[in-house]
């Protein structure tokens, strides 16, 4: 495995990390209620890419 390979889960999975901060304060804040639908969204099929990718 390339170190882009063994790099690319982790990359993908602190952008989860952000997008589900991101999205839940935009959320809390009652500020773009549907854009923080949209990141929450973004963060789960980022999650489910990276259990494809480790599998």
Request: hydrophobic share 65%; with cysteine; glycine share 10%.
């Amino acid at each position: 495995m390339s170190t882009l390979e063994s790099l690319a889960p982790a990359i993908a999975m602190l952008a989860a990390f952000a997008c589900l901060i991101g999205g839940g304060m935009l959320i809390a804040k009652r500020q773009n209620t549907q854009k923080g639908v949209l990141m929450l969204v973004m963060a789960a099929v980022l999650v489910g890419n990276v259990v494809i990718w480790t599998m």
